[in-house]
């Protein structure tokens, strides 16, 4: 399956001061598939290393950072002779290392010839305490779960793909009820690359649901694998409270939803631990519409996103009809899942500062408020269906007049004196 970050990954194989790329994301999201194609496109071998696997090396970096003999080694373990030419060095779950990302500084200093990619989960010094984080001697990219254009690929539309990536809003239009109902479809299966294959080979809603339900257990047995003790009952009781968190009117987050009583202080240290994990996703509010934004952005109120839409469905036990259908006992929940996406889709554009707006003392709240490299402020609304009264983002358009408002919803793209309609699904075209 196509995705994005391909492109990124040849950019990175052609600089001219490359240096070890370290690949980020939650488990699941399909870092190792993504290296392994990347691989064989682009590389005439693989040397691959997965620190997890019982035969793995794990004592590679423990002797000393020898470019040298680190080579020899995986020559050996790989059964090949390493190139730095043509192969490409994946160091998967590299975590699980020790010393492994600390090697990669040296790496880059003594032996920048080779081509060199680590992956892994729940990576950062504070995960790594022991550890010299190699800053300034590594790239990163982030792997997200696919976005909807990658999903309309995976389902073989290559032509609304290509009319999306063309950002051609007229003629997409002439496809729009088609483009609903595969929004649909995404809302239910999200982005979850193997939940992904897996529907557009079947198109089993009974083995979506299996699959989410299975990255889910396996999240939280990273929960008691990974995290503290002293923090896993908080962590669990963070992650459970989310459905109920977005389900809100107001999805400000609300400490008081988790337990009663709590307060922030018992439970920031889990809600940072799951956002180093790349599983969830703050979201602040800000005070004032100007730039930038962050300097305005209000830490004590923030909303929290799940990193991915159909796991969020599997959590909250939606079932597939309910979405098809649009059933009015679902309207808000849903209203939930649009914005979701909408998150979802937006995170991974690293031109978009994104955040959300309260005003008229907190009675009115806007759904986002982007920030784009050129410093444009762009309110964004969110609606589920084609109900698109809003009286936050009139108030707000009319209040301080922005050059651009997106209301995004269901209903056909429609450009307006003071606004755009842009259809949900084409949330991606923004900027």
Request: glycine share 4%.
């Given at each position: 399956?196509?995705?994005?970050?391909?492109?990124?990954?040849?950019?990175?194989?052609?600089?001219?001061?490359?240096k070890?790329?370290?690949?980020?994301?939650?488990?699941?999201?399909?870092?190792?598939?993504?290296?392994?194609?990347?691989?064989?496109?682009?590389?005439?071998?693989?040397a691959?290393v997965?620190?997890?696997?019982?035969?793995?090396?794990?004592?590679?970096?423990?002797?000393?950072?020898?470019?040298?003999?680190?080579?020899?080694?995986?020559?050996?373990?790989?059964?090949?002779?390493?190139?730095?030419?043509?192969?490409?060095?994946?160091?998967?779950?590299?975590?699980?290392?020790?010393?492994?990302?600390?090697?990669?500084?040296y790496?880059?200093?003594?032996?920048?010839?080779?081509?060199?990619?680590?992956?892994?989960?729940?990576?950062?010094?504070?995960?790594?305490?022991?550890?010299?984080?190699?800053?300034?001697?590594?790239?990163?990219?982030?792997?997200?779960?696919?976005?909807?254009?990658?999903?309309?690929?995976?389902?073989?539309?290559?032509?609304?793909?290509?009319?999306?990536?063309?950002?051609?809003?007229?003629?997409?239009?002439?496809?729009?009820?088609?483009?609903v109902?595969?929004?649909?479809?995404?809302l239910?299966?999200?982005?979850?690359?193997?939940?992904?294959?897996?529907?557009?080979?079947?198109?089993?809603?009974q083995?979506?649901?299996?699959?989410?339900?299975?990255?889910?257990?396996?999240?939280?047995?990273?929960?008691?694998?990974?995290?503290p003790?002293?923090?896993?009952?908080?962590?669990?009781?963070?992650?459970?409270?989310?459905?109920?968190?977005?389900?809100?009117?107001?999805?400000?987050?609300?400490?008081?939803?988790?337990?009663?009583?709590a307060?922030a202080?018992?439970f920031?240290m889990?809600?940072q631990?799951l956002?180093?994990?790349?599983?969830?996703?703050?979201?602040?509010?800000?005070?004032?519409?100007?730039?930038?934004?962050?300097?305005?952005?209000?830490?004590?109120?923030?909303?929290?996103?799940?990193?991915?839409?159909?796991?969020?469905?599997?959590?909250?036990?939606?079932?597939?009809?309910?979405?098809?259908?649009?059933?009015?006992?679902?309207a808000e929940?849903?209203g939930?899942?649009?914005e979701?996406?909408?998150?979802?889709?937006?995170?991974?554009?690293?031109?978009?500062?994104?955040?959300?707006?309260?005003?008229?003392?907190?009675?009115?709240?806007?759904?986002?408020?982007?920030?784009?490299?050129?410093?444009?402020?762009?309110?964004?609304?969110i609606?589920?269906?084609?109900?698109?009264?809003?009286?936050?983002?009139?108030?707000?358009?009319?209040?301080?007049?922005?050059?651009?408002?997106?209301?995004?919803?269901?209903?056909?793209?429609?450009?307006?004196?003071?606004?755009?309609?842009?259809p949900?699904?084409?949330?991606?075209?923004?900027a």
């Amino acid at each position: 399956m196509y995705r994005n970050s391909v492109i990124k990954l040849n950019l990175w194989k052609l600089s001219n001061d490359r240096k070890p790329l370290i690949v980020l994301g939650a488990r699941q999201v399909g870092k190792t598939y993504l290296l392994h194609e990347f691989g064989k496109s682009e590389y005439k071998q693989i040397a691959y290393v997965n620190f997890e696997r019982p035969d793995a090396p794990k004592s590679l970096f423990e002797v000393d950072f020898d470019a040298d003999r680190i080579m020899t080694v995986l020559n050996a373990y790989c059964k090949l002779k390493i190139n730095a030419e043509n192969t490409l060095i994946i160091f998967d779950e590299i975590q699980a290392a020790p010393g492994g990302i600390t090697a990669l500084k040296y790496l880059y200093e003594d032996a920048p010839q080779y081509h060199i990619i680590a992956a892994g989960s729940l990576l950062g010094v504070s995960n790594h305490p022991k550890e010299s984080f190699p800053v300034g001697k590594v790239d990163f990219l982030q792997l997200f779960p696919m976005t909807f254009y990658e999903f309309l690929l995976a389902m073989n539309e290559t032509g609304l793909a290509e009319l999306m990536e063309k950002r051609d809003l007229e003629n997409l239009g002439f496809f729009h009820e088609k483009l609903v109902n595969y929004l649909r479809y995404y809302l239910f299966t999200g982005g979850m690359p193997e939940v992904v294959a897996d529907f557009a080979e079947n198109r089993d809603w009974q083995r979506v649901r299996k699959i989410q339900n299975q990255i889910i257990l396996s999240y939280r047995n990273d929960f008691s694998k990974h995290a503290p003790k002293e923090i896993l009952p908080r962590i669990t009781m963070v992650w459970d409270s989310i459905p109920a968190q977005l389900s809100k009117e107001n999805k400000k987050f609300i400490y008081g939803i988790i337990k009663e009583g709590a307060r922030a202080k018992d439970f920031e240290m889990a809600i940072q631990w799951l956002t180093d994990a790349g599983l969830m996703y703050k979201v602040y509010n800000t005070t004032k519409p100007a730039v930038p934004l962050i300097a305005y952005q209000e830490l004590s109120a923030f909303k929290l996103f799940l990193n991915d839409v159909g796991l969020l469905g599997a959590m909250s036990k939606l079932n597939s009809k309910t979405i098809a259908d649009g059933n009015a006992i679902f309207a808000e929940f849903k209203g939930s899942l649009a914005e979701q996406f909408a998150f979802q889709q937006l995170i991974q554009n690293e031109n978009l500062s994104v955040f959300y707006h309260t005003f008229g003392n907190s009675k009115y709240e806007l759904d986002f408020l982007i920030q784009t490299e050129n410093d444009e402020i762009i309110p964004l609304e969110i609606k589920a269906g084609e109900n698109l009264r809003s009286n936050s983002f009139k108030l707000f358009c009319q209040k301080h007049k922005p050059q651009k408002a997106i209301r995004a919803s269901m209903a056909p793209y429609k450009a307006e004196a003071w606004m755009i309609n842009l259809p949900l699904y084409a949330i991606e075209t923004i900027a």
